[in-house]
């Protein structure tokens, strides 16, 4: 593979413009840099979560920031890159988890142990970026998989937060019933 970046700094951007991957320049607070920055917060939040990781719980979200850095690559060029088959991957894994975990009887409380909490701060940075991909996409047809993607992935994001809090799962409890 030939060097992708042979300068980390270009000076290009100095003055509030970036350049996608199209070779199209827009302003840095265009809603389609917006959510180019917002795919990465939440895979750089994965990534933080990874750390806690190993085994098949490592690979699953691995495979998650592969598919985010896909999302950015169609976003940036136009093009589809993600198929369905992703997303039914991750329904997949969401019934294999739920399989193994109590019915909820009330809501949960973000937080449990480190990489609960990691987890379900993930979840919330997700549907930040879902809601960035929803407004974008009414100006901009974006691939409908990856609409789907991010909206299964903040589910499983939520039920993974579960299976790694175990017991550690703190419940709401409403004013009405203390």
Known sequence: MANRLTRIYTRTGDKGETGTASGARLPKDDPL??????????????????VNLTGDNLAVIRNIQHALFDIGGEISLGQPILKQKQVDALEHRIDAFNTTLQPLKEFILPGGNEAGALCHLARAVCRRT???????????????????????????????????????????KSEKNK
């Open 33 to 50: 840099m917006q959510l180019q920055g917002e795919l990465d917060e939440l895979n750089c939040q994965l990534g933080v979560l990874a």
């Open 130 to 172: 879902e809601r960035s991909m929803v407004a974008l996409n009414r100006n901009t047809s974006l691939n409908p998989v990856s609409l789907a993607y991010v909206n299964r992935l903040s589910d499983l994001l939520f039920v993974f937060a579960r299976i790694l809090n175990d017991s550690d799962e703190i419940y709401w």
